[in-house]
Every structure is written in C-alpha cells, then in structure tokens.
C-alpha cells in the first residue's frame, strides 16, 4: 500500500504538482516594485489542522492517496504573490485586477507585459497563485488598488477554463459561491465595486490564435488532423462543458483553416495518474488511426504559457510524429486584445 501511496505521490510531482511548483518561483518582472510575496505567511499556516486534512482530502481527488506530511509538503511549496503592475502614478477611480495560477519568471513576465498598455491607463493590480491556503495575495492587489484611487475594480481571470476548480477558488474568495474548492480561506474585502469579468476562456480570439498556430505547422490542411489539447477540470460534468467550448473553437479553426477534421479533448491534469493515462491514450489512439488514413496531425493546445502544462501535454505525444504547437496563448499579440477588449467591454 505504501509503495502504491509514493509511487502515486511521485506521479503527482509530474501532474499537478509540478504545476503548484511553478508558483514557487521568484516574478523577476521589473514593472512590478509593488511585488509582494505571501510565502513566508502562508508557510506558517502549514501547521494544519485534521479538518483542514479532511477538507482538502474530500475536495481534491489525489490527496486522498497522501499522507499528512505529503500534503503539508505539496502546500509548503506553494507560493502566492501580488502587488501592483501599474507603476506609482498611475491613479483613477476604475482599477484593473488581473488574476492567474502563476507560472515560471519567464511565464510571469510574458503575463505581466501583457498588460502594459492597460497598466499605462488603469491602475493595474495582479495576483499570482492558487489561493489553496490563503488569499492574502489578493488583498494585497486590492489595497493596492483602493491606495491609487479605485473605487471600482475590474477582476479579469486570465486562465482558460470556466469549470477548473482554481476559478471556483476565486469565485468563492469574492463571495460569489458558497463553496470553496480548496480549504475555505478568509474572503477578500473591498470599499470598491466589483465588476467580475470574464475569462478568456470561449471568446472568439482564443480560437484565432490556436487557428494561427496551426497555421504555422500546416503544409497541406485539406489532408490534416488538428487536435486541440488541454488541461481540463477533474470531474466528468465540468470536463463535458468545457469540451463544449472546446468544440465551438474546433469548428472556427476547422472553418477558417480549411482542415481535412479538428478534434479536441482535456487530459484532466489533476486527475490521479491512471484516469489521465486514459485521456492521453484517447489522443494518441486519434493520432495512430489519422496517420493510419495518410493524415498528418498537428496539436496545439489552449494552455497560456511555455509552462509545466505545456510539458507534459509535449511529453503525452512525443514519439507519435505529431506537429506539437509549444506557443502559448498569451504569447500571440492578439492575446493583449482580448484584455482591451474585457476592459471596454465591462468598463462601458
């Protein structure tokens, strides 16, 4: 049973983990002095309590394989962080704040310039993290915002995915659902307006960008299988509507590229080790019967940075001969359009 136990554990430093690990990294993005990180604070919350064990263990499907001190070690190397990304002069009584799972320095300075142009306008705020433990980092970016005259706040959730747990998460922390989806942390307070804007995670720029890059491994599209793949929530409802989703990109890329078929499917990243082996072996089945016809088969994926995600989806079909698109999405220009599109959208 032990043996299971960390086998399953070390897995889990490949699945999920390996994603938490990311936040664990410093920001290095110089167009934030505000910075402020909530590590050393939620560290000393590691002293958990049997029902904060209980709660996590009843809400994440994987823990309920750990030991109390491998869940106290998954937490220990998590790291929220937030602050400002607009510099000290930027002031008004309509803020910006950006929410996102955190990923490596190279990740979170391609996210911060994203914002930089809106930075120059709104006073912008960010918060970096999965908010298992605590939600002081979103505080933090609130204040901050409140500080430089906001007496409404925009919050753009930039992660794709309405039904993934971390959107839950943020969710509940701004009180607009009973239930949390990690440990039931203190909810942030505001004396600002909340406007709670969308994600990226169905709008149409989504599907042009995933179009554009694989666009840019096409040679023959009338003979080509696209496959979109991505990191998917954990259970079987929420995967379904997310895959909805999914579809209606697939039929823009499949429309506007002129490909022979496009297919989508989630590896559900977080699930233990053996149902995400049956989702990726969904994908390489896809693969073998299209090159099977005389099809090439290109992936590109709805994952926003060159992160651990982005890995392991690379990992799930090497050795197939699949064109794999490493691009994230918010690495293509038109991502800065979709965050002024939000921003006057639900501003207007």
């Not at 803020?95 to 930075?119: C, P, R, V």
């Not at 890059?213 to 379904?240: C, F």
Request: glycine share 10%.
């Amino acid at each position: 049973m032990m043996h299971k136990t960390m086998f399953a554990f070390r897995l889990f430093g490949r699945v999920i983990l390996g994603t938490f690990l990311a936040l664990g990294l410093g920001l290095g993005v110089p167009q934030a002095p505000a910075q402020e990180d909530h590590s050393q604070h939620q560290a000393h919350q590691h002293q958990m309590t049997p029902e904060q064990f209980a709660e996590l263990r009843e809400k994440i499907e994987i823990y309920r394989g750990f030991t109390d001190e491998q869940i106290v070690e998954s937490m220990s190397r998590m790291r929220n962080l937030g602050g400002m990304i607009s510099e000290a002069g930027v002031v008004g009584d309509v803020g910006i704040l950006a929410l996102a799972h955190g990923y490596s320095d190279q990740g979170n300075q391609q996210w911060m310039e994203k914002f930089t142009a809106i930075s120059r306008e709104y006073p912008t705020g960010y918060g970096l993290g999965m908010a298992m433990m605590s939600a002081d980092h979103i505080q933090t970016a609130i204040d901050g915002l409140e500080a430089a005259g906001a007496r409404k706040i925009l919050v753009l959730r930039t992660e794709t995915g309405e039904t993934n747990s971390l959107n839950y998460q943020w969710q509940y922390i701004f009180g607009r659902r009973d239930e949390s989806s990690y440990l039931s942390v203190p909810r942030v307070t505001s004396n600002a307006e909340i406007i709670w804007g969308p994600s990226p995670t169905a709008h149409p720029i989504m599907g042009e960008i995933m179009l554009e890059h694989a666009q840019q491994l096409s040679t023959d599209p009338s003979n080509e299988l696209v496959i979109i793949m991505g990191h998917g929530p954990m259970t079987p409802k929420e995967n379904e509507m997310d895959l909805a989703i999914m579809t209606k990109h697939a039929k823009a890329i499949q429309q506007g590229g002129g490909f022979k078929e496009v297919k989508r499917w989630n590896v559900q990243d977080d699930l233990p080790p053996d149902k995400r082996a049956a989702n990726v072996a969904t994908v390489r089945g896809w693969i073998k019967n299209a090159q099977d016809q005389g099809m090439d088969v290109i992936i590109v994926t709805n994952v926003l940075t060159q992160s651990g995600v982005m890995n392991r989806l690379m990992n799930d079909v090497d050795g197939t001969g699949a064109k794999f698109s490493d691009r994230g999405l918010m690495q293509n220009p038109l991502f800065s359009e979709w965050i002024k599109t939000a921003v006057e959208e639900n501003l207007s």
